[in-house]
């Protein structure tokens, strides 16, 4: 098991870190909580501008230490290392700035020590397709961390049929961004599960390949580039492309349709055209063993409307750390099974790592569920 | 194909440079008054050196920042303009005192921290997005400069990494000490604004909102310097979650 963490020898020495998560910040108002943080309490938080100015010129860099438990008593200690990728940066066009960053924060992973680094967010996206760019290592490994996104996207749309009455064998299921790891991983673990998949992606070469391999099991599915096809046939939808416009998807989407949205950044909300579908966060878990920040970022690096809220990307890396099990669990792109996402919604599970509580822009979907604390959305 | 005209680029380079000479003065002020005080400040610490071969280093430096002086001079002339200095204006007089207070206590190594691993990450980094907008050999002369002050800090780092390994602790907690004290009076320089009135370096008003003007702002030149400042940190081994906390805590 992970108890491998050495004694915390003071400021400014070496501290054996077990897991990094490399992160950022998904709006600036997100940004500026952090900074704030920073700062402290008895400075006057930076105006809006000061922090566009600034943030793009920071260095990836620790933001602070993180703490990690298990159920079974395992316990893990890491570091959440900022790329400081500009929220307003996550478009193709800033592509090569942003895997610049994204190497520069692997390598403050790796000369810190860690020993499993998992990517999360952006992150994860730039580098699925691109692991041969990061820096050289000797002692550490990477993950995407999209297994366990797949396992919690799968819990989600399972537990929201569940909810909904919904009869998931009688479901035509659509997945928007289908060929993307995330996508291909979901196609995988739901088509053998409903009547009818449809899957919709840009590349149709890529497409034509996961239809082929999922056919050869004799799974009924469907392909498409032009989303507007498909889109109000789909009564189970994953977006698991970060959609540029996502009313082009959400204003023609079936009424009753329930949406996971497993994009990044999150931005599908029920407010926006959606008729009378279900719309919730997807790949979200929750750990229950324990978790701290130093310094205190609860709430603001987690900006989840329930406690220990954290992205499935991230917790792979944390719960792979509990298990003792340093190895690049998810790499590449396309490549994850329903053996593989069974297998880490195991350890996690083993660990107290859950699927979170189902919410999305608007608070909880789940009757009977309240908030902890009022959250804010950046 | 040969043009029908002759195009003379140093008579196009003059009359781009005419209408952007006052602000060239003014950025040319602030770096000669900056080598000025780094040539004080290693004579200072050559004063305070036992070793024979330190003193020469320090000595050889303080010449080479007082040749970098004269090149800036020199590239005012070359565009008409008189490039003052003033190493009493309020702000230097500040840098220069928390420097001086490292002699009076005779803390080599304090004297390195405030001029290698602060004062040059300025320098450096300014210099050198200077010289990516400057034109002909005004450009060419910051970047050459920044190109020679970054090889000052080289050799500060290995020296400055020896002492670490000895308690980082105590180490970490002198960087922090001086930060306070040096980079806050370089965060005041550096603010979009000058809040405290004038620098007492500028010629005129303040510089700052006409550097948009030759390509450059502000902003600019305080974010390169920053992260110059953590990139030094960072390659002494201070834990970077804390140096950004430092930098954060600046004022703007």
Known sequence: MGNSVAGIAGRGRTIEVDFALIGHQESWGAAADVLAVLRGPERT?????????????????????????????????????????????????YVHENIARVRGAAAYAIKAGAKI?????????????????????????????????????????????????????????????????????????????????????????????????????????????????????????????????????????????????????????????????????????????????????????????????????????????????????????????????????????????????????????????????????? | MKPLIGVNHSAMECTSLSTSAPIWQDVLAQAMTGELLAAMNYTALSEICDDPAEVADALEHAEGERGHAAAFAAEGRKIGVDVTNNVDAKHWKRLRDAFMRCIAERDFIGCLIVQEVMLESFAVASYSRVGKVAPGSLGKTFAAIAAEEEEHIDHAMAILRTERALDAQRFDDKVYRLHLDVMTTLAKMLAKECKDGHCEVCHTSCVKPSLFDVSLSAAELRGASLQQYLKTLDMLGIPGEETLAWVTQLPV
């Open chain 1, 45 to 93: 938080p930076l105006p809006d501008d000061e922090i566009r100015d600034i943030l793009p010129w920071i260095p990836p860099r620790a933001v602070c230490h993180v703490d990690v438990g298990s159920i079974v008593g395992a316990k893990a200690r890491g570091l959440y290392i900022d790329s400081f990728i500009p929220p307003d940066h996550l478009e193709a066009a």
């Open chain 1, 117 to 378: 680094v998992s990517l999360g967010g952006f992150s994860s996206i730039l580098i699925e397709g691109n692991f041969d760019q990061l820096p050289e290592r000797h002692d550490t490994v990477f993950t995407t961390g999209n297994t366990l996104t797949v396992g919690f996207i799968v819990q989600g749309i399972k537990k929201m049929c569940a909810l909904e009455g919904r009869n998931i064998s009688k479901s035509t299921l659509l997945i928007v961004g289908a060929t993307g790891d995330v996508g291909s991983g979901c196609a995988r673990c739901l088509a053998p599960l409903v009547k009818r998949a449809l899957l919709c992606a840009r590349n149709v070469e890529r497409l034509r390949r996961l239809a082929a391999e999922l056919q050869a099991d004799g799974l009924p599915v469907e392909i498409a580039t032009d989303l507007q096809r498909f889109s109000a046939e789909g009564d189970v939808v994953i977006c698991a492309a970060s959609l540029a416009s996502p009313s082009l998807l959400l204003g023609r989407i079936a009424p009753h349709a329930l949406v996971c949205d497993a994009g990044y950044p999150k931005n599908l909300s029920p407010r926006t055209e959606m008729l009378d579908a279900k719309v919730f966060f997807g790949g979200l878990g929750q750990i229950t063993g324990g978790l701290r920040f130093a310094p205190d970022f609860h709430g603001i690096l987690n900006r989840h409307p329930f406690p220990d809220v954290v992205h499935g990307c991230l917790l792979e890396g944390m719960a792979l750390a509990l298990e003792g099990r340093f190895e690049p669990f998810s790499q590449g792109r396309g490549s994850i099974t329903q053996e593989r996402v069974e297998e880490i919604e195991t350890i996690a599970a083993r660990h107290g790592i859950y699927l979170a509580p189902l919410y999305n822009a608007d608070g909880p979907v789940e009757d009977g569920l309240h908030c902890q604390t009022e959250w804010s959305r950046g």
